[in-house]
């Protein structure tokens, strides 16, 4: 049985899939999520013990030779006569492999991610392997040995910091099992990895969504070659198992002023860059959610009656106010993943200075935690003065790859009440991580004005089956 049968490519770092089950796909991406093999590597164990049983055919390459695809069907049909629809059916499902959290970031918060679905590998359930060396850094030599000596020193301190964190973890929580207790470990752990750490992440889209997401990441020419080399090698596969879907991916001129335009820093340079304990919450807004909309055009139904897999009226997304979450880059990370809001991004930058994670707060004063806090203060500094070099050697564009999870990070978006019941319900869960955890129960508060003036509604549901 060839491998080859169900991956555009064996070899690439990016690849589609193909000839398999879109549900046999999804529950693929989900194992891949939490095991230190490639797709590729749990598809071919599960191919091999039989456990999956799929035909020894490409039926993508039967179909290059079909009529449909030689005489040009689906073209004619898509391009000629017009039927936009054709992307909005079609989809692709691949892989992106060893590319940088940042790079994985911008993938994420293209325009067309709404109706993209991702999948990460997590660093919850295992340590990283390695970080990305943009090429960019190749014509400044001595920039690029420091840059590779930090994110060495950034990987060795991650070491170090696993069993810190497991101390005082254990210290607060006795009773927690030793697996537990090592998976929060190499969570907190991570605060001192930069965004140049390798990540994987498997990726479902429409055509349209694909083609779209493309156009905006080749945008990043002149500041980022991993992001647009990403984009190219997605092109490439996802072409391949939908020859005739995937089309207009060239960057736009405005496109390329937008992302111009966002790599310009907006951080206010400052003498000390703040130590925060934990994540807060900005209001723009002052006005009660509840004047947003008139009674009488309310379609609510029994909000009692919703559990916590209820889907919310669409009316919902009118209720809301304009916020700015100040959290950590690690925790940013989960929070643009909830598409149900817009958000405005900001390049992340080390003058927003440093967010500890809420375990070493909460042990403050003890000598492990004071050793944690030395070693994450030791290496933010080294990260500004690193950014700070990359910035002024006109490298925008790679400056972030040497931020730190730990880094602090201003959230600014619309939060409607749409989004705001499905994120507290999603992250006031028991197993999610404590910082997230802190965010989503400061905007309950925010917005507990909302459970007085909707009868029957409660944000959050998560205990409600």
């Known amino acids: 049985m060839k491998l080859s049968n169900y991956v555009t490519s064996t070899e690439d770092n990016v690849y589609a899939i193909k000839n398999i089950p879109a549900e046999v796909v999804g529950t693929v991406f989900a194992k891949v999520s939490r095991s230190p093999g490639s797709f590729r590597d749990n598809l071919y164990d599960l191919l091999k013990k039989g456990v999956l049983c799929l035909p020894d055919t490409d039926m993508i390459s039967m179909y290059k030779e079909s009529l449909a695809h030689t005489e040009g069907m689906m073209k004619k049909w898509g391009m000629a006569y017009g039927h936009a629809s054709i992307k909005e059916h079609a989809f692709a499902q691949f892989c992106i492999e060893g590319v940088s959290r940042w790079c994985i970031e911008i993938l994420e918060t293209v325009q067309a991610a709404k109706w993209l679905s991702f999948t990460e590998f997590s660093f919850h359930y295992h340590k990283p392997e390695g970080f990305v060396i943009p090429v960019e850094l190749d014509k400044h030599s001595e920039l690029k040995e420091r840059y590779i000596a930090f994110g060495q020193q950034c990987l060795k301190k991650y070491e170090e910091l696993v069993p810190l964190f497991f101390e005082i973890i254990k210290a607060k929580s006795p009773e927690m099992k030793e697996d537990v207790a090592e998976r929060l470990a190499y969570e907190n752990a991570r605060t001192v990895l930069p965004l140049a750490t390798k990540s994987n992440v498997a990726v479902t889209g429409n055509a349209r969504a694909i083609s779209d997401a493309i156009a905006e990441m080749l945008a990043h020419e002149g500041f980022s070659r991993e992001i647009v080399e990403v984009a190219e090698k997605i092109r490439m596969h996802a072409t391949e198992v939908l020859p005739s879907s995937i089309g207009h991916t060239e960057a736009m001129l405005y496109q390329r002023s937008c992302v111009g335009e966002f790599y310009r820093r907006r951080a206010e340079a400052r003498e000390a860059r703040p130590v925060y304990n934990g994540p807060f919450i900005a209001i723009s807004d002052a006005s009660p959610v509840s004047e947003c909309i008139r009674a009488e ?169």
């Open 297 to 465: 055009d309310r379609v609510l139904g029994d909000l009692s009656a919703m559990t916590r897999l209820s889907e919310l009226p669409g009316i919902m997304r009118a209720y809301g106010k304009h916020i700015a979450v100040t959290c950590s880059e690690g925790c940013h990370h989960q929070i643009i993943r909830h598409r149900a809001f817009d958000f405005s991004l900001q390049l992340p930058d080390t003058r927003y200075g440093l967010m500890l994670p809420q375990e070493v707060a909460e042990a403050s004063g003890t000598q492990t935690a004071e050793r944690i806090l030395d070693i994450l203060l030791t290496m933010h500094n080294e990260s500004h003065c690193l950014y700070n070099e990359l910035a002024d050697t006109d490298l925008n564009g790679i400056a972030p790859y040497v931020v730190l999870h730990a880094n602090a990070r201003r959230l600014p978006f619309y939060a409607n009440m749409y989004g705001l019941a499905h994120f507290v319900t999603l992250h006031k869960e028991e197993q999610a991580q404590k910082e997230i955890r802190t965010v989503a129960s400061q905007l309950e508060r925010v917005f507990q004005e909302t459970e007085q003036f909707l009868a029957g509604f409660k944000m959050d549901r998560h205990l409600k089956k």
